[in-house]
């Protein structure tokens, strides 16, 4: 199966995402619907191959998409802490 493409609006997502964003402040920031951030997060995930939030940082970190200046401090130490 081959995997979504990454399209700018999820690249922002994800950007959103790794700043800690809930669905509820990313869809205001994006001037989306709830549910239509709730598609684009998943099409995210699948373009990650991927089924968290948390997951999808890692990746995107890994696949250059987003960089550590890109986190907020909470999701640099849920990502760094899991690396020991």
Do not use: W
Request: hydrophobic share 35%; aromatic share 6%; glycine share 4%.
């Amino acid at each position: 199966m081959r995997k979504a493409r990454m399209t700018d609006r999820r690249r922002e997502i994800l950007k959103l995402i790794a700043k800690g964003f809930n669905n509820e402040q990313i869809a205001k920031s994006m001037d989306l619907s709830l549910s239509n951030t709730k598609l684009q997060k998943s099409r995210l995930y699948n373009c990650l191959g991927v089924h968290s939030a948390i997951d999808a940082v890692y990746a995107g970190l890994q696949e250059h998409l987003i960089y550590p200046s890109d986190l907020s401090e909470v999701m640099k130490a849920k990502i760094y802490s899991d690396e020991d």
